[in-house]
């Protein structure tokens, strides 16, 4: 203290400042700005520049005009600004000078600030200016040194060429890769090289050449996720959309499966394909299944998941209205109905239009089933839909209601474990509910080492300790616990998705006006259902007005007796077999031995 | 379209706000479930009411725990109606339904009549009539209509109070299986308030209920009486007569019958097998009648019918007729005698004897319904296909009548089965 009096010049100013608050000089947090501040803030910082080297007024006036308005430039001229400086000069054709080719590709991939496009330039045999371009990660390296620069390189291989522009003799005879094309557009060169294909520019030319050099790290084709089943093919799509079109044509072994190609997200631009058998589909699905396609205006496109959001008919809907799965088996057996299938690259799904409600309760297994084991587990589901959406809310209404239907043993069996539990028996469903359905969230992102383990903490810890802390009842446990297993036997993901949240409809449904109440609320769930369309096939359409049955729907008759394809879907060709397809059951079979006269001999 | 269907959906939200918001959900354990419903008379023409209701305790299934009643002292638990899990109240009210509100001021719950499982009248207020409890009952909203109904000789109150489980913990299951037995023995019929009910309201049957009381367990003999007395078969038991010792000391035997609201008398045990075989709900007993063959040995036979009773009904001269064909069929018990029944010649010597066991016993029966002008059997039905109008048959009135009528009754009677043996042979001893 003595101290600081003595040397300050003020030491009262010094002390006060030892006892006062200081506000600290804090740098400027970071924070992001809007599209327009930036502008502002730059224009700025222009305009500071521009006061230290004033240079042109015309720039200042203006500056000085945009501050005065004050007026935000719209998007689309900002976008329009970029194109004009980038490909609009050289939109349709490719320059004919290797200098502004190799420019044009640094300015589209922002190169040398992405680090990804690779651009190689060298001399064809030595003689004429080259470049080859490819993206880094998604080319594989291999080939393109042993098919694409080893033989550009040598010396001989071009030297005899007499055409004009060495490329068309290149593509011809040079390049040794599978496919390779010329192209003409800026624009799809770009997307070339996008895909993972390497492109050829020899100086002189107005085009380049592609070579197919996609070769990316993926997953190997594994087991299905969340399809498993115990009998039939145990393959699952991955993430590649050509290996997932190769399972898929692997089983359908038809020249009239057909994959068309579509590219969906402005920015991603991700490729996604319709894969359908021409003479099978209505050709009136498939035009509508590319006219919802190719109406998305989206910048990104992120699998299928994604895209059956903006293809759906009913947006609002609690089920969904398209068939997802990963298993080509399915997908294949929906195609030879007639169905289109859409897959997109990136995900390991399928999409499936259109489908009826009843799709969603099949899985393959009963197609590899004998049809009795099939039947059974089909109607199995059936029953898990219904314990699974309305079983705590006939619970509620049971004995918030209808206690009069209670065998009475067991309701004073209820009501005498009810009897220490405080909560009225709404809240204890509820509570329950949650806590089950957050059991069932964290289960999934959980990491997987203690994944497993939550299931039975959730299931046995904790139920156990909420009936011994008297908070619930352990009646409801049961209830909880088999409505649990209904919504796990659901065999589609979307589909219990929908079913979990009705069962809290019906929950509240039976707590205000008991079963009256709950079937209030199924009325309306149904006539939404009812009124609901998938591309035009309604969706309920098997149990709506009588139509040819497929003997597949809800109940799944011997294989022999579905001779139809499904009605509603209007395939091209109805029929799937003849009326006799066993056609072995009408003839005798020749074994060469004729049994009976054998016997008659041995009888004379 | 699209307007439609919200139109569609408001009318559904529409429901919901019409029934309106009231709390109508009722707490499972804000009620407590009477089991048992007892009526008795009592002065200036009120009724008392004896309710019995689980305590809720223990922790087994229904109306348990001998574990809660215990500790506290019997003696002062029964004071307060506290018997094994159970609660039995009495209260005295101008009604029954106002005597439940009444018991309200003292028991905690709401008591709700919705598990109600058995009704009983005392026999002194079934001989008054019932009409006055039965009628308000039926039109209120919590009684079970299936409950059973009984009518017990003495107070309902000590019935109720004689009501003790011995078997398991339930005490509803003890009084629904209590009932059942009427369909392994036939000695007490099984009725329902519904049906009880509805039998009053009848033109051409009479309502009837199983007959229960307290056995005392005095009629059981000593075994020093002399031993040598002649076999005494058949054997008809009233309620508080069966010769037994141990279990509940409440027991159901015989029917009750009614002439329209009024108790008017009683069917002993065997009369109401009989009674239960014509109206085809006699679905198997064991009947003892004595070896012919073998005077003082019995042959315990396992009877059901062969076939519904085939009733016709009509007049001739004015007097109606009716004829009741019932065919028989017996399982061979066990022959004390060890005479070979099972052969041709001897089981059609058999089959008359019971044949004419049963004749004897229908005959008997029809004459004691007919002396008391009584048609438990519902014989009127098969009268009315004779009226062409309701009205005619109304004017007509066949309770009334059904004394004067003529009923034939043929049995036919067959054995069908000899049990696990073929043929007993004699047994050997060393004299």
Request: with cysteine; net charge positive.
């Amino acid at each position: 203290m003595v101290m600081i009096l003595k040397k300050s010049k003020n030491g009262f100013w010094t002390l006060l400042s030892l006892i006062t608050y200081k506000k600290k000089d804090k740098p400027e947090e970071f924070y992001i700005p809007e599209v327009n501040e930036g502008e502002s803030r730059q224009v700025s910082q222009e305009k500071n520049n521009d006061k230290s080297t004033p240079s042109t007024n015309e720039k200042q006036n203006t500056q000085k005009d945009n501050k005065g308005l004050k007026k935000p430039i719209p998007v689309s001229e900002l976008k329009k600004e970029k194109t004009e400086s980038g490909v609009k000069k050289d939109e349709n054709c490719i320059s004919c000078s290797i200098d502004e080719n190799i420019d044009f590709i640094n300015r589209m991939f922002n190169a040398p600030v992405n680090k990804d496009i690779v651009v190689r330039e060298f001399n064809i045999a030595g003689h004429y200016k080259a470049f080859i371009t490819y993206l880094s990660g998604m080319a594989d390296k291999i080939t393109i040194s042993n098919f694409i620069l080893k033989p550009l390189l040598a010396k001989k291989s071009v030297e005899d060429a007499e055409e004009d522009c060495k490329l068309d003799y290149i593509l011809k005879n040079v390049i040794e890769t599978h496919q390779a094309k010329k192209i003409t557009s800026p624009n799809e060169v770009i997307y070339e090289i996008l895909n993972g294909n390497t492109c050829i520019y020899a100086d002189g030319c107005n085009f380049y050449i592609s070579a197919e050099t996609v070769g990316f790290d993926k997953r190997g084709v594994d087991k299905p996720q969340t399809e498993g089943i115990v009998s039939g093919s145990q393959e699952g799509f991955n993430e590649t959309l050509r290996t997932n079109i190769t399972l898929v044509r692997k089983i359908i072994r038809n020249n009239n499966l057909v994959t068309e190609f579509l590219t969906v997200g402005e920015r991603n631009k991700n490729l996604c394909s319709i894969l359908y058998i021409k003479g099978l589909a209505n050709p009136a699905v498939v035009q509508e299944v590319k006219r919802r396609i190719n109406g998305i205006k989206t910048d990104f496109m992120l699998g299928d998941g994604m895209m059956e959001q903006f293809i759906e008919d009913n947006t609002f809907s609690i089920v969904p209205t398209i068939l997802s799965t990963e298993r080509p088996d399915r997908t294949a057996s929906h195609i030879m109905e007639g169905r289109v299938a859409i897959l997109v690259d990136g995900a390991p799904f399928a999409k499936i239009v259109p489908v009826t409600s009843h799709s969603l309760f099949h899985t393959p297994e009963e197609t590899y089933l004998r049809w009795q084991y099939g039947t059974f587990i089909r109607l199995i589901r059936f029953l898990a839909v219904a314990l699974a959406a309305l079983l705590p809310g006939l619970y509620i209404g049971l004995v918030g209601y209808h206690r009069e239907m209670i065998p009475t043993d067991l309701m004073i069996a209820i009501v005498k474990a009810k009897e220490n539990v405080p909560f009225p028996t709404l809240l204890e469903i509820l509570l329950m509910e949650v806590s089950f359905e957050l059991i069932r969230e964290a289960g999934i992102r959980i990491p997987g080492i203690i994944g497993n383990t939550i299931g039975i903490i959730g299931a046995l810890i904790l139920g156990q300790a909420a009936v011994q802390a008297n908070i619930v009842s352990p009646v409801l446990i049961i209830i909880i616990a088999v409505t649990g297993l209904g919504s796990f036997a659901i065999p589609n993901y979307n589909l219990a998705f929908g079913v979990r949240i009705v069962r809290f409809l019906f929950i509240l449904a039976a707590a205000a006006l008991g079963y009256y109440g709950i079937t209030l609320a199924f009325i309306a769930i149904a006539a939404l259902i009812l009124s609901m369309k998938s591309f035009g096939v309604p969706f309920v359409s098997h149990l709506g007005p009588q139509v040819r049955q497929s003997h597949d729907a809800i109940l799944r008759w011997p294989v022999w007796k579905q001779e139809y394809r499904p009605d509603p879907v209007n395939p091209l060709d109805v029929r799937r077999q003849p009326k006799i397809s066993r056609k072995w059951t009408a003839k005798d079979p020749k074994t060469g031995i004729d049994r009976e006269r054998n016997n008659d001999d041995e009888g004379r | 379209m699209k307007r439609y269907k919200v139109f569609c959906l408001l009318l559904i939200l529409l429901c919901w706000m019409l029934a309106g918001c009231s709390p109508d959900l009722v707490e499972i354990d804000e009620e407590v479930y009477a089991l048992v419903l007892g009526a008795d008379i009592s002065a200036n023409n009120k009724i008392k009411i004896t309710l019995q209701y689980p305590s809720y305790k223990g922790s087994g299934g229904g109306g348990s725990g001998s574990k809660s009643s215990g500790g506290g002292g019997g003696g002062s638990r029964e004071e307060i109606g506290v018997y094994e899990g159970n609660i039995i109240t009495t209260v005295e009210a101008s009604s029954i339904l106002e005597g439940i509100n009444l018991l309200n001021t003292a028991v905690s719950r709401q008591i709700s009549l919705t598990h109600c499982k058995l009704l009983v009248f005392s026999e002194e207020l079934a001989k008054q009539g019932v009409e006055d409890y039965l009628a308000p009952m039926m039109r209120y909203r919590d009684m079970r209509r299936i409950m059973h109904v009984i009518v017990c000789k003495g107070k309902a109150e000590s019935f109720i109070k004689e009501n003790i489980n011995t078997i398991g913990e339930s005490e509803s299951k003890a009084i629904e299986l209590m009932a059942t037995q009427s369909l392994n023995n036939g000695l007490f019929p099984r009725m329902t308030f519904i049906d009880f009910y509805r039998n009053m309201l009848s033109p051409y049957e009479q309502p009837l209920t199983a007959y229960a009381g307290i056995n005392d367990f005095s009629k059981l003999s000593s075994g020093d009486e002399e031993t040598a007395s002649p076999l005494k078969i058949p054997e008809g038991y009233l309620p508080s007569e069966v010769p037994r010792k141990g279990a509940a000391r409440r027991e159901l035997a015989g029917t009750a019958i009614f002439n329209g609201p009024k108790m008017i008398g009683v069917l002993d045990s065997f009369e109401t097998r009989c009674m239960l075989i014509i109206k085809n709900q006699f679905k198997r007993g064991i009947v003892t009648i004595e070896d012919r063959k073998a005077p003082g040995k019995v042959i315990p036979l396992d009877v059901r019918l062969g076939r519904k009773p085939v009733i016709k009904g009509y007049f001739e001269n004015g007097v109606p007729i009716i004829d009741v064909r019932v065919n028989i069929e017996a399982d061979l018990g066990a022959i004390q005698s060890r005479v070979n029944y099972e052969r041709l010649s001897l089981v059609e010597a058999l089959n008359g004897q019971i044949k004419e066991f049963f004749e004897a016993g229908l005959r008997q029966t029809i004459d004691k319904t007919q002396r008391l002008n009584c048609d438990v059997f519902g014989f009127g039905e098969y009268i009315a296909g004779n009226f062409s109008t309701i009205q005619e048959l109304e004017a007509y009135n066949w309770k009334k009548h059904y004394k004067d009528a003529k009923v034939n009754v043929t049995v036919e009677a067959n054995v069908r089965r000899t049990g696990l043996m073929f043929g007993s042979k004699p047994l050997k001893s060393s004299q």
